[in-house]
């Protein structure tokens, strides 16, 4: 079983907006959840993280047009993107579980979804 999937990916004018979703089963949904972005040649980075007590972490790449949630109940997380940029372009994936949520650090997090693909054009 896949502990996270990922949806809502596509391709966008650069200004133009997206909104991912992440499902998550019984024991991935955690009280640590975020979103990584990579592109190819480079390594994975963190986009914003989200703590069950509410607490948020942004990049400050996405500060102001990123805006994550979740949704207890039905174990989802959800990254809506306004004002996409080119450089917003990526493989987005879904992460969960880490000791260190708010640091966005990749190798502390223990589950991954599979990536769902944004393309922004300029």
């Known amino acids: 079983q896949v502990p996270l999937v990922e949806s809502g990916g596509g391709s966008v004018q650069a200004g133009g907006s997206l909104r991912l979703s992440c499902a998550a089963s019984g024991y991935s949904y955690s009280a640590c959840m975020g979103w990584f972005r990579q592109v190819p040649g480079k390594e994975r980075e963190g986009v914003a993280a989200i703590m069950s007590d509410g607490r948020l972490s942004y990049a400050d790449s996405v500060k102001g047009r990123f805006t994550i949630s979740r949704d207890n109940a039905k174990k989802t997380l959800s990254l809506e993107m306004n004002s996409l940029k080119p450089e917003d372009t990526g493989m987005y994936y879904c992460?969960?579980?880490?000791?260190?949520?708010?640091?966005?650090?990749?190798?502390?997090?223990?589950?991954w979804g599979q990536g769902t693909q944004v393309t922004v054009s300029s």
């Open positions: 992460a969960a579980d880490s000791r260190w949520c708010l640091l966005l650090l990749e190798n502390t997090y223990n589950y």
